[in-house]
């Protein structure tokens, strides 16, 4: 059963886990389970996605429970008027703050305006020997995307060489690899862990939280 961390009568929010998609696409066709078909069967009633997260990405993900709902808060979306908090583990000293600001290529290649603003909240150094180094090191990044491309995140990141720990596609397999053997955790430490809007019909601010995976709490515990 999927984790309802909000519900009104026009909106519903899950805490997503890992690894699960959030409709069927032709990429992944073996997969059997889906966040949208699992939601509406939970509630019984159709649901409408607002957004998308990737498959390895947890965290909130937004649901409408009508297609006027859907109609209006995506005017939100693309507006960039929903703020999104991530949190993530990266290889590397991440800078303090900042923003990064890449143009990123489309699906059909188109180039589009993307942005992220993120600040470093803590940064270790693991005894650990890595290649010719005597040490690893690693950041705990909150970030805040203003817009909402394919991958922005871990595209970005791994712009500014602070690849997001299990990312397979964007990441570092080395360090990917390293946390597998060192610490049992294969998932990518990405999390979608708040959500702020305006309810289009009460025009009230809300504010919904998702906790982290258990597998992301107990590392964030155990390294920082």
Same mark, same amino acid.
């Given at each position: 059963?999927?984790?309802?961390?909000?519900?009104?009568?026009?909106?519903?929010?899950?805490?997503? !886990?890992?690894?699960?998609?959030?409709? @069927?696409?032709?990429?992944?066709?073996?997969?059997?389970?889906?966040?949208?078909?699992?939601?509406?069967?939970?509630?019984? =009633?159709?649901?409408?996605?607002?957004? +998308?997260?990737?498959?390895?990405?947890?965290?909130? %993900?937004?649901?409408?429970?009508?297609?006027?709902?859907?109609?209006? %808060?995506?005017? *939100? /979306?693309?507006?960039?008027?929903?703020?999104?908090?991530?949190?993530?583990?990266? +290889?590397? /000293? *991440? !800078?303090?703050?900042?923003?990064?600001?890449?143009?990123?290529?489309?699906?059909?290649?188109?180039?589009?305006?993307?942005?992220?603003?993120?600040?470093?909240?803590? #940064?270790?150094?693991?005894?650990? $020997?890595?290649?010719?180094? $005597?040490?690893?090191?690693?950041?705990?990044?909150?970030? &805040? !995307?203003?817009?909402? @491309?394919?991958? &922005?995140? @871990? @595209?970005? /990141?791994?712009?500014?060489?602070?690849?997001?720990?299990?990312?397979?596609?964007?990441?570092?397999?080395?360090?990917?690899?390293?946390?597998?053997?060192?610490?049992?955790?294969?998932?990518?430490?990405?999390?979608? *862990?708040?959500?702020?809007?305006?309810?289009?019909?009460?025009?009230?601010?809300?504010?919904? #939280?998702?906790?982290? =995976?258990?597998?992301? &709490? &107990?590392? %964030?515990?155990? %390294?920082?």
């Amino acid at each position: 059963m999927l984790e309802i961390v909000y519900q009104d009568e026009h909106f519903v929010a899950i805490n997503k !886990p890992h690894g699960l998609l959030v409709h @069927r696409t032709k990429i992944a066709e073996e997969k059997v389970f889906f966040a949208l078909q699992m939601l509406r069967d939970q509630l019984g =009633q159709k649901v409408y996605p607002l957004h +998308r997260l990737d498959r390895k990405t947890s965290g909130i %993900l937004l649901f409408g429970l009508s297609s006027e709902a859907v109609k209006l %808060l995506s005017k *939100a /979306f693309v507006n960039h008027e929903i703020m999104k908090t991530y949190y993530a583990i990266v +290889r590397g /000293f *991440a !800078p303090e703050k900042g923003v990064i600001d890449k143009p990123l290529k489309s699906e059909n290649g188109n180039i589009q305006i993307a942005e992220t603003y993120f600040e470093t909240i803590e #940064k270790i150094t693991l005894p650990i $020997p890595f290649g010719k180094y $005597p040490t690893c090191r690693y950041s705990f990044v909150k970030i &805040q !995307p203003k817009t909402g @491309r394919m991958h &922005q995140i @871990r @595209r970005h /990141f791994n712009n500014i060489n602070c690849p997001i720990i299990g990312d397979y596609k964007h990441g570092d397999y080395r360090h990917n690899r390293l946390f597998i053997e060192k610490f049992e955790v294969s998932e990518m430490l990405l999390h979608a *862990a708040e959500l702020s809007f305006e309810q289009p019909f009460t025009k009230e601010k809300i504010t919904i #939280k998702a906790d982290f =995976q258990t597998s992301f &709490q &107990q590392l %964030l515990s155990e %390294l920082f």
